[in-house]
């Protein structure tokens, strides 16, 4: 359902990768650009670029600034950077190359180690980007937006980046370790005590910018041991819902949990927070924030969860939790091989955006998890007749578990057209 202000806008250019698969570059909806994740491949030639780890990531990187010269924005319009490794020892290389591309402002950053890389690649990275003239036609408002950073010694700081940037109506924080702040080291434990230590620093972020904890609308749980999500689901329970409000309408985020074969420092899980920014970033009267909610909903067609929410909404976006392929009726896995279940994942993504007035055209990104990466031509074959116009932004990723033993996960991001304003 594409709102009469905003519209979904897919662009490529034919300076970074195209054809690799059936997705656009960038997908601008509202006030971000969400970008497929690059893999180091040059585009003169469609092949992986020649050398190790560090002419990989200088490639990675030179295809997201391509991306972003081509729709006229600039490397410090970047909100949030996520990379993937195939090998987490691989990390200060790939820091050195990323300094280069961010000498004085830092965005937000994720790092995690995975099970394996489309292509064979070593690294694969990926980025939100700001919009601030948004999508509506003849209307720009770039002059009415600014991108915040903020940093509190509450909760550990990195150089490499910021610990929350803030732009239009959503804060995006760095994925945060079980790192004590006081002593800047990890925190003495178990997964419980690391995990609680990773919730702690959220909180301490978001009180720093008075973001209410409650505020949060997306968690991603990466697990160094996918068996330790029992225990880390017992320590996410005591913190949220986390105000009376929350509790009485049983509100909780949206959630998709990631096996990674390795986390920085050798820790057991980490964890990453999108939130919302109620006031938005331009100066603004704090009643102001009134005016947007954020809607959470569930639906008897897709399969539910206590701990998490199918989608929530905010502004111009929808985060939907990550979708394994189980049955909705039954609450078990679909019969047959990756095919089936991927068919299963994208019925259960459709079936939460019907039950909210969307259609499939609405999302802007898409994130594929698979146990094994050389599935993804099958998943593709699926894939396509649910985005037969390949318009999606995307990311893939071969992760050593999934919930349920499930061969694929997949997680989605959509627009919002017309807000979340309470209806009169």
Do not use: W
Not at 6 to 21: F, M, S
Not at 98 to 106: A, G, L, N, S
Not at 314 to 338: C, I, R, W
Not at 416 to 421: D, N
């Amino acid at each position: 359902m594409i709102g009469v202000y905003n519209a979904v806008v897919a662009r490529n250019t034919k300076n970074a990768p195209n054809g690799i698969g059936p997705y656009s570059q960038t997908v601008a909806f509202s006030h971000y650009n969400n970008l497929s994740a690059q893999l180091p491949i040059e585009p003169q030639t469609g092949k992986l670029v020649a050398g190790g780890i560090k002419e990989q990531a200088e490639q990675c990187f030179k295809n997201i600034k391509a991306i972003v010269d081509s729709i006229d924005h600039v490397m410090s319009d970047v909100v949030r950077i996520t990379v993937f490794v195939k090998d987490i020892k691989d990390i200060d290389a790939v820091d050195e190359v990323y300094k280069t591309f961010f000498p004085t402002y830092v965005p937000t950053r994720t790092t995690v180690a995975v099970e394996a890389l489309p292509i064979d690649a070593l690294v694969q990275i990926e980025a939100l980007v700001s919009n601030g003239e948004g999508t509506i036609p003849n209307a720009p408002q770039a002059g009415d937006l600014i991108k915040l950073t903020n940093n509190t010694a509450n909760a550990p700081t990195c150089p490499l980046s910021a610990q929350t940037v803030s732009f239009s109506h959503y804060n995006n924080l760095s994925a945060q370790l079980p790192i004590d702040p006081k002593t800047g080291r990890l925190v003495v434990g178990g997964v419980k005590e690391q995990a609680g230590q990773c919730l702690k620093n959220i909180k301490a972020i978001l009180e720093s910018i008075d973001v209410p904890f409650d505020d949060i609308v997306k968690i991603n749980i990466f697990l160094k041991n996918l068996s330790d999500i029992e225990a880390v689901n017992e320590v996410y329970t005591t913190f949220f819902p986390d105000s009376a409000i929350a509790r009485t309408a049983a509100y909780v985020p949206a959630q998709t949990t990631v096996a990674a074969s390795a986390l920085p420092k050798d820790a057991l899980v980490q964890i990453e927070a999108v939130v919302s920014h109620g006031d938005g970033t331009p100066p603004q009267a704090v009643e102001a924030r009134h005016g947007i909610v954020i809607k959470a909903n569930n639906t008897e067609n897709a399969p539910k969860s206590s701990l998490s929410t199918q989608t929530v909404a905010f502004s111009h976006y929808n985060h939907f939790s990550a979708q394994l392929p189980l049955d909705p009726k039954t609450g078990e896995m679909v019969a047959g091989g990756v095919k089936e279940q991927a068919g299963q994942c994208l019925k259960n993504i459709k079936a939460i955006l019907e039950s909210i007035d969307h259609v499939m055209d609405d999302v802007v990104k898409v994130n594929i998890f698979l146990k094994n990466i050389t599935d993804i031509d099958v998943v593709d074959e699926v894939y396509t007749t649910f985005f037969p116009g390949g318009i999606p932004a995307r990311r893939t990723v071969g992760v050593s578990a999934l919930p349920k033993d499930a061969l694929i996960q997949i997680d989605v991001v959509v627009s919002h057209a017309e807000g979340t304003p309470p209806k009169p």
